[in-house]
């Protein structure tokens, strides 16, 4: 089965920083291209942050300088650096990755991890 797993959510302040992190499998071979997603309460799901396998990344308008998406390949890991919260950022955080398994690839997302900015 395929896995992401996400860690590093939680409760920070208004202005504070928290560093999130996804996993994939002990079994998978890699991860190519990733990104972070955030679903708020009563709103859609929405793309963040982006990374190719070679560390091309994208930002949605709203977090490009206070977040930083990246990556290490040899561990299977992606991450995101977020800075200056705001509460407006409050939201579930998905991992999605494409996941390799020798010479099968799937897209997977993770569990979500939730993170709480209060003001």
């Known amino acids: 089965q395929v896995q992401l797993v996400e860690s590093g959510g939680g409760l920070v302040q208004a202005g504070g920083s928290l560093r999130l992190s996804c996993a994939a499998s002990?079994?998978?071979?890699?991860?190519?291209?990733a990104g972070w997603h955030r679903q708020a309460p009563g709103k859609q799901r929405e793309l963040v942050a982006t990374?190719?396998?070679?560390?091309?990344?994208g930002y949605e308008a709203s977090v490009e300088g206070r977040f930083t998406i990246s990556r290490d390949n040899a561990k299977k890991t992606v991450c995101l650096q977020r800075n200056s919260q705001e509460p407006e950022d409050t939201a579930v955080y998905y991992c999605?990755?494409?996941?390799?398994?020798?010479?099968?690839?799937?897209?997977?997302w993770g569990q979500g991890t939730q993170v709480t900015v209060s003001s």
């Open positions: 990374i190719t396998r070679g560390g091309r990344t």
């Open positions: 999605i990755a494409e996941v390799v398994f020798g010479t099968a690839k799937f897209n997977s």
């Open positions: 002990s079994r998978a071979f890699g991860i190519n291209d």
